[in-house]
């Protein structure tokens, strides 16, 4: 898999077309820097026409594999869209993209227009992932970092995100080059939501997550808890197969909010496996509202705006 072709001509048509319009003369892409090469200055205002166009930026991290990050970065971004936002989802796993599996966006792929790529659409949501860019889905994408850092500046800067009131950022396990490049890439970001799952090897890793927040300056927006306890299918009592209150633990030890937890619910691995939102179509359920009451003080930053 060779990566993408950037698009100087896009970049400079954006640049042309949105930043001469904005009235903020405090925008870091209205002058040029001094000593910046003029391709360097083109990529960077296309780059921030993009972004001044997206209230809110949020990336969905997780130090460790396997904590369900995706899942709750997809639910994130279908329950601020089903409360009425504009909402645009980023996958960022460039070696294990699983956001089009899960929203039954396999096969779709990415066309062009004259304002750049146009992401996948499903509802009033639109996607971007790598997943889309693979001749198949076996392939096996092999980068180093700095490869992967340019994809994902193309992700930012070519694909025309349009009007949004929120881009959730779903980034890969860790805090290596995918967080660092978000991170760096798009100023101001308002935070993160950092995923664990109530052990305590869980805890340990995620506990990185938001020392590298601290590092890099980012707001960390609250801690999630993941695969909190078991809900019966049959009696919707919850069983605590894993210890519960790992997540909230160490929310409280390092001195930032927790969001709540989220218990292991068969349907949600039924509706991933579907490419179905689970928070849509088990709406009803008790973890799709647990869910809900989540996602509230996110949504809540809108109406702040």
Not at 122 to 127: D, P, R, T
Request: charged content about 20%; glycine content about 10%; proline content about 7%.
């Amino acid at each position: 898999m060779e990566p993408m072709e950037p698009n100087n001509k896009d970049a400079s048509n954006a640049s042309k077309n949105q930043c001469n319009s904005c009235a903020d003369s405090s925008c870091s892409a209205a002058k040029r820097h001094d000593g910046e090469a003029e391709q360097d200055f083109l990529e960077r205002r296309a780059l921030q026409s993009r972004l001044c166009r997206i209230k809110h930026k949020i990336m969905v991290m997780s130090g460790k594999g396997g904590v369900g990050k995706s899942t709750v970065a997809v639910n994130l971004a279908i329950s601020l869209m089903l409360a009425g936002k504009k909402v645009g989802l980023m996958d960022v796993d460039i070696h294990g993209p699983s956001v089009p599996t899960m929203l039954g966006l396999e096969g779709a792929t990415i066309t062009n227009s004259p304002d750049g790529l146009l992401p996948v659409e499903l509802g009033h949501l639109k996607v971007m992932s790598m997943g889309f860019l693979l001749p198949n889905p076996d392939e096996a994408v092999i980068w180093r970092g700095p490869v992967k850092g340019g994809v994902i500046k193309q992700f930012l800067a070519d694909v025309a995100w349009g009007d949004l009131d929120f881009l959730i950022v779903d980034a890969p396990p860790g805090t290596g080059d995918e967080p660092l490049s978000v991170c760096q890439l798009i100023e101001p970001i308002d935070g993160a939501v950092v995923v664990t799952t109530p052990q305590k090897i869980a805890a340990v890793d995620v506990r990185k997550s938001i020392t590298f927040c601290r590092h890099v300056g980012m707001t960390i927006l609250g801690v999630i808890e993941n695969m909190s306890g078991f809900v019966c299918p049959h009696c919707n009592e919850v069983t605590p197969i894993l210890r519960t209150g790992g997540g909230q633990a160490m929310a409280e030890d390092m001195g930032v909010p927790f969001l709540g937890s989220i218990p292991i619910d068969p349907l949600v691995a039924e509706a991933a496996d579907a490419g179905q939102a689970f928070v849509m179509h088990y709406a009803t359920s008790p973890t799709a509202e647990i869910m809900r009451k989540i996602v509230a003080p996110i949504l809540a930053m809108d109406d702040k705006a």
